[in-house]
């Protein structure tokens, strides 16, 4: 699911990077093509239309253009916003203290109710003693569905008698039925339709009336498209949900009832389903999914980071210098701390979206024991060397390798790569601030 979504933003995201600084435009251009990309992933238009002003909003604040990571800033800007529309937090089912406790599900035939409603109360069965009732009267083949289900899930079953058409009726005896066998949990998988209709709706309330149940949960097709957020807004009128459980998010599914169903019903994503075998059903975590949406790691985790290690100054000072088209060991040097100050580098890494094979290979270049000696030798270097290393001839540089504890030939490598950078620099630098663009050390 969201494979689309992704690459979509994938590309909007490569361009803003390889920008660097950002002008207002910039972002509106980008922010143009987040728009188109969220809804052709089908999500509802109000929604987009809501989430790329608020975007905008933050987006081209004076902070934001003017900081050193514009774009990277602009990318967390929307990871929060999709993860705040979709539910910042996982929001557990509700277990009454005082049991027992009743779920009914409800939902549209299709939309794996029956299938959920086992899932769940598999789940369930570390700590609980949960049953699943077979309310779907209309559909005998429902009824067997769920037993057969229940059995393989080992989850105890409570079904209507042959004939028997009054679902109130069953959920009555159902209840009987748990309380002289001590379940504490109580499954209601309630009839489906292929529409929503008025006889649906009112089976549905009288069932509420007399289970009073504490989770009234709407299982959704994740791969419906606008129509999933229509269908949980009606049920959500009539019943007042108190969740959504989201299906089939395994499948090819374009997703933008993930992001609309929250934001436009108020109504919570809890569960969600993520294949057809029974143990396939997992709480919701909206972060997490905006992070496999937009392809990143621990983005948050790494912006602290970079906050952190901007702080005193120094890399603003590293501007001043390098606008006068200077590169100097100190430069490096401020570089090389600045990368090491964001923590253990795998874990920097790590939280980098990278394909896996890039990561690996990254990871080695950035080796930390490498950036200490890089470190040693600029450390060892006189404040004349460091600012005109080009004095730095034979003799110099046994010193240099001798008071660093490395090999000339390091020191070679460190003034050869110095000499790089220096010129990438220069051709970054050119332009003034706005071209200005900070190239990657390692
Ligand atoms: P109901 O009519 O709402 O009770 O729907 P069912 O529970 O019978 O599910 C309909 C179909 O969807 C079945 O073939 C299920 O195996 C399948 N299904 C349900 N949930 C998921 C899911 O999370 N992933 C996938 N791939 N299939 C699912």
Known sequence: MFDALKERLDGIFKNLRSKGKLTEEDVALALREVRRALLEADVHY???????????????????????????????????????????????????????????????????????????????????????????HQRPAAVEQLRVLAAQAKVAFFGPEPGEKDPVGVAERALRFAADRLHDVILFDTAGRLHVDEPLMEELQAMKALLSPHEILLVVDGMTGQEAVNVASAFNERLGLTGVVLTKLDGDARGGSALAIRSVTGVPIKMAGVGEHLEDM????????????????????????????AVGGEMEKMAESLKKNRFT????????????????????????????NLKQLRGAEMDPKRLRHVEAIILSMTPAERRNPDIIKGSRRRRIALGSGTSVQMVNQVL??????????????????RGFKMPKLF
Do not use: N
């Open 46 to 136: 109000k929604v987009v239309k809501d989430l790329v002003e608020r975007i905008r909003e933050r987006a081209v604040g004076r902070d934001v253009l003017d900081s050193i990571t514009p774009s990277q800033q602009v990318v967390t800007i929307v990871f929060e916003e999709l993860r705040d529309l979709m539910g910042r937090d996982v929001v557990p089912l509700v277990i009454s203290p005082k049991p027992p406790t009743h779920y009914m599900l409800v939902g549209l035939q299709g939309s794996g109710k029956t299938t959920s409603c086992v899932k769940i109360a598999r789940r369930l069965l570390k700590g609980h003693k949960p049953l699943v009732v077979a309310c779907d």
């Open 282 to 309: 997992e709480p919701f975590d909206g972060g997490r999914m905006v992070q496999r949406i937009l392809g990143m790691g621990d983005v948050q985790g790494l912006m602290e980071r970079v906050h952190l290690a």
């Open 329 to 356: 060991m100190e430069d490096l040097l401020t570089q090389i701390q600045q990368v090491s100050k964001m923590g253990p580098l795998d874990k920097v890494m790590e939280m980098l979206p990278l394909p896996d």
């Open 416 to 433: 050869k790569q110095h000499a790089q950078m220096k010129e990438l620099w220069k051709r970054f630098g050119k332009g003034g601030k």
